[in-house]
Nanobody, 117 residues
Framework: HVRLVESGGGSVEVGESLRLSCTAP????????MNWFRQPEGKHRDWIST???????KYADSVKGRFTISRDKANGTLYLQMNSLKLEDTAKYSC???????????WGDGTQVTVSS
């Protein structure tokens, strides 16, 4: 079964930027909404952003104005551009595809983002 693969995490300082990527090798994601979630250590997982199959975007208030979600339909890749990072953005970030036909890819391992002062 296809599994999502997240990448692009790392350790940065407050105010810096990172771009996360998410792919599903061999999977056609054209008919899927794509989402980003994050889970700080020891806390519950939170939804942070969605891009629909039609390109509409939504953001949690905590990231609105700083994060930008996008997708490349040519290669089925999901992105999350994160600017002006804050300490509270430290978490493991995961992507989830919700597909309107057929099955959706499995969750991946996530990618860790650590923001320090």
């Amino acid at each position: 079964h296809v599994r999502l693969v997240e990448s692009g995490g790392g350790s940065v300082e407050v105010g810096e930027s990172l771009r996360l990527s998410c792919t599903a090798p061999g999977f056609n994601a054209d008919n899927c909404d794509m989402n980003w979630f994050r889970q700080p250590e020891g806390k519950h997982r939170d939804w942070i952003s969605t891009i629909t199959r039609d390109g509409d975007t939504k953001y949690a208030d905590s990231v609105k104005g700083r994060f930008t979600i996008s997708r490349d339909k040519a290669n089925g890749t999901l992105y999350l551009q994160m600017n002006s990072l804050k300490l509270e953005d430290t978490a493991k970030y995961s992507c989830v595809y919700e597909c309107y036909s057929g099955s959706s890819p499995d969750w991946g391992d996530g990618t860790q983002v650590t923001v320090s002062s």
